[in-house]
């Protein structure tokens, strides 16, 4: 069976569900989330998405992020998602949602109600190759600069949480 997301409207209430490329190639309105994992530093674990993913490939973005299963809550989405990209399993909180849209060249779009979500980690992750290429640690200032200097790096909706949450993430 392939993967479904679940299409919700404005204030988060599910409508049903929809195969993942044909919400993203239709452009639906559908719950996701993003990770940001933390270090006793103060530094934001990244990870580079993998050479082959559909869209956004090699491009830095937050640890993870993914899309919620039918029934399942948004902690447990992120903390599942964690084991399966990054290889480690951490307590993490839910500190803010949003609705964002990005489209990409590939004609697909994100539409989404994203879900921010932070923990924290210091030991190394266990990276699914299949899944990510590479990761590091950043303080939120050299993120913030980078991205400046540096945009097409960064996935569009790493981005967009950033520059609308930075002020949330430094005193997350």
Not at 128 to 142: A, F, G, P, Q, R
């Amino acid at each position: 069976m392939k993967e479904q997301v679940v299409l919700v409207d404005i204030q988060d209430n599910p409508i049903g569900l929809m195969e993942k490329m044909e919400a993203h190639e239709k452009a639906v309105l559908h719950r996701a989330f993003s990770v940001f994992i933390f270090n006793d530093k103060g530094e934001l674990m990244l990870q580079q998405r993998a050479a082959h993913k559909y869209h956004s490939p090699l491009l830095w973005t937050n640890t993870c992020c993914s899309h919620q299963r039918d029934g399942e809550s948004n902690i447990e989405a992120g903390r599942r998602r964690l084991q399966e990209e990054m290889g480690f399993v951490t307590d993490i909180k839910e500190v803010f949602s949003f609705i964002y849209k990005a489209p990409f060249d590939n004609g697909l779009t994100e539409h989404e109600l994203d879900h921010v979500m932070i923990g924290y980690y210091n030991k190394s992750p266990k990276i699914n190759k299949e899944e990510v290429e590479d990761y590091k640690w950043m303080t939120l200032i050299d993120v913030k600069s980078d991205i400046k200097k540096n945009p097409e790096k960064y996935t569009a909706w790493f981005k967009i949480i950033f520059d609308k949450s930075y002020e949330k993430l430094t005193n997350a």
